[in-house]
Nanobody, 115 residues
Framework: QVRFVESGGGLVQAGGSLRLSCEAS????????AGWYRQAPGKQRELVAV???????NYADSVKGRFTISGRNNLNTVILQMHSLKPEDTAVYFC?????????WGQGTQVTVSS
């Protein structure tokens, strides 16, 4: 069973930066994809930045040039560095990973950007 330890969310002013970290706990897993999604109040969960199965990062258009995803240890640790944050980035950010046959989600960490 995959469990994640997420950290790094919080409150920041517009234009500021935050760094989110997600680490799989308990074992070293083989992930075919891993990254971050987010969900704002009243909206659907959306992709923010995810490594696909060829380890190429995919970014939402809204975060390109501002967010950078990095991974290590076969994607058992995934970092999302966020710069130039905007109020519309406010959401709960969820860590995500996929094994051969199942998707796994973290419990989420709140990011709030004040104007």
């Amino acid at each position: 069973q995959v469990r994640f330890v997420e950290s790094g969310g919080g409150l920041v002013q517009a234009g500021g930066s935050l760094r989110l970290s997600c680490e799989a706990s308990g074992n070293i897993f083989t992930f075919y994809s891993a990254g971050w999604y987010r969900q704002a109040p009243g909206k659907q969960r959306e992709l923010v930045a995810v490594f696909n199965n060829s380890l190429t990062p995919n970014y939402a258009d809204s975060v390109k040039g501002r967010f950078t995803i990095s991974g290590r240890n076969n994607l058992n640790t995934v970092i999302l560095q966020m710069h130039s944050l905007k109020p519309e980035d406010t959401a709960v950010y969820f860590c995500y990973a996929r094994t051969r046959d199942k998707d796994y989600w973290g419990q989420g960490t709140q990011v709030t950007v004040s104007s």
